[in-house]
């Protein structure tokens, strides 16, 4: 595993747990961390232990605070194109599921990572919220697309254009938040969840995010496609022998990822 400045890195049996570890800035997002983070998570997608990836912040204040405000305040536009999307287009194209653990702040950049991963936990001291409208700009990862998707336009709307902050219970009564836990829960939480997608067939579990994000992007009639071929692709895989074998045989399925 390489070095890294601003994220951690650990495995808890087959999950990989990347923690975003500038505390001291409520881990704001500058883009050396994004670089790093990009990287981190390509990395565990192609080792073949891991199955699943868990991003959470370090400290007890924040996921993380946003995209690092300091260090876009003197960045032209190209500074920002060179400098930040590319990577966050990495952080989407992961196959692995992400899972986010979230304690704290959310906000900006930091909520639009949440909203990159798969499923969300989240802490019952955290706060969503998307303040860039107060820094004269608009969210530029996602979050006027995927918040919209997920909270409807009226719900956004409200967001985007005060930055009010949200909390973890209000996100998850729209369906943004997967499990809301007592504070400082949130990373074990996440952690056990990932393990149970850990012990799914993991071309299955890959297949099957697939499936589940062409629904934001395609007409339905293409998405039936994809999770028909999906489907019919998976016959073809020792796995699934295993899995419907262990079911006959009244025992836990042992999958191989094959
Ligand atoms: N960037 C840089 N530094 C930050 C950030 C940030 N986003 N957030 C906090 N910090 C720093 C503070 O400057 C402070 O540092 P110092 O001790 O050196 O003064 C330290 O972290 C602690 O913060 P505070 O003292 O402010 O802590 P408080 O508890 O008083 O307040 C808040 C916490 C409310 C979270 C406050 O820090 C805050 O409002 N932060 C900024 C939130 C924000 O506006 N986020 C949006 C940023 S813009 C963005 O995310 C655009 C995303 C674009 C993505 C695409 C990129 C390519």
Same mark, same amino acid.
């Given at each position: 595993?390489?070095?890294?400045? +601003?994220?951690?890195?650990?495995?808890?049996?087959?999950?990989?747990?990347?923690?975003?570890?500038?505390?001291?800035?409520?881990?704001?997002?500058?883009?050396?961390?994004? +670089?790093? $983070?990009?990287? %981190?998570?390509?990395?565990?997608?192609?080792?073949?232990?891991?199955?699943?990836?868990?991003?959470?912040?370090?400290?007890?204040?924040?996921?993380?605070?946003?995209?690092?405000?300091?260090?876009? +305040?003197?960045?032209?536009?190209?500074?920002?194109?060179?400098?930040?999307?590319?990577?966050?287009?990495?952080?989407?194209?992961?196959?692995?599921? $992400?899972?986010?653990?979230?304690?704290?702040? %959310?906000?900006?950049?930091?909520?639009e990572l949440a909203m990159h991963c798969d499923m969300i936990v989240a802490s019952e001291n955290t706060?969503?919220?998307?303040?860039?409208? #107060?820094?004269?700009?608009?969210?530029?990862?996602?979050?006027?697309?995927?918040?919209?998707? #997920? @909270?409807?336009?009226?719900? #956004?709307?409200?967001?985007?254009?005060?930055?009010?902050?949200? #909390?973890?219970?209000?996100?998850?009564?729209?369906?943004?938040?997967?499990?809301?836990?007592?504070?400082?829960e949130h990373l074990r939480e996440a952690v056990k969840l990932a393990k149970e997608v850990a012990a799914?067939?993991?071309?299955?579990?890959?297949?099957?995010?697939?499936?589940? @994000? %062409?629904?934001?992007?395609?007409?339905l009639e293409e998405g039936l496609e994809m999770e028909r071929k999906n489907f019919l692709l998976l016959?073809?895989?020792?796995?699934?022998?295993?899995?419907?074998?262990?079911?006959?045989?009244?025992? =836990?399925?042992?999958? =191989?990822?094959?």
């Amino acid at each position: 595993m390489s070095n890294y400045q +601003s994220i951690l890195v650990d495995r808890d049996e087959r999950v990989g747990i990347v923690t975003l570890n500038r505390p001291n800035e409520l881990n704001a997002l500058n883009f050396q961390l994004v +670089s790093e $983070l990009a990287n %981190a998570l390509e990395e565990l997608d192609r080792d073949e232990e891991i199955r699943c990836m868990v991003i959470t912040g370090a400290g007890e204040k924040a996921f993380a605070a946003g995209a690092d405000i300091k260090e876009m +305040s003197d960045k032209s536009p190209i500074d920002m194109l060179l400098g930040g999307f590319e990577n966050w287009i990495r952080i989407r194209r992961v196959k692995k599921p $992400l899972i986010a653990a979230v304690g704290g702040y %959310a906000l900006g950049g930091g909520c639009e990572l949440a909203m990159h991963c798969d499923m969300i936990v989240a802490s019952e001291n955290t706060r969503f919220g998307q303040p860039e409208i #107060t820094l004269g700009v608009i969210p530029g990862a996602g979050g006027t697309q995927r918040l919209a998707r #997920t @909270l409807g336009k009226y719900r #956004t709307m409200e967001m985007v254009l005060t930055g009010v902050q949200v #909390t973890a219970q209000e996100m998850a009564d729209h369906g943004l938040v997967n499990r809301v836990v007592p504070k400082g829960e949130h990373l074990r939480e996440a952690v056990k969840l990932a393990k149970e997608v850990a012990a799914r067939g993991p071309i299955a579990v890959r297949l099957a995010k697939q499936a589940v @994000l %062409a629904s934001f992007e395609t007409t339905l009639e293409e998405g039936l496609e994809m999770e028909r071929k999906n489907f019919l692709l998976l016959f073809a895989t020792e796995d699934k022998r295993e899995g419907m074998q262990a079911f006959i045989e009244k025992r =836990k399925a042992d999958f =191989k990822g094959r």
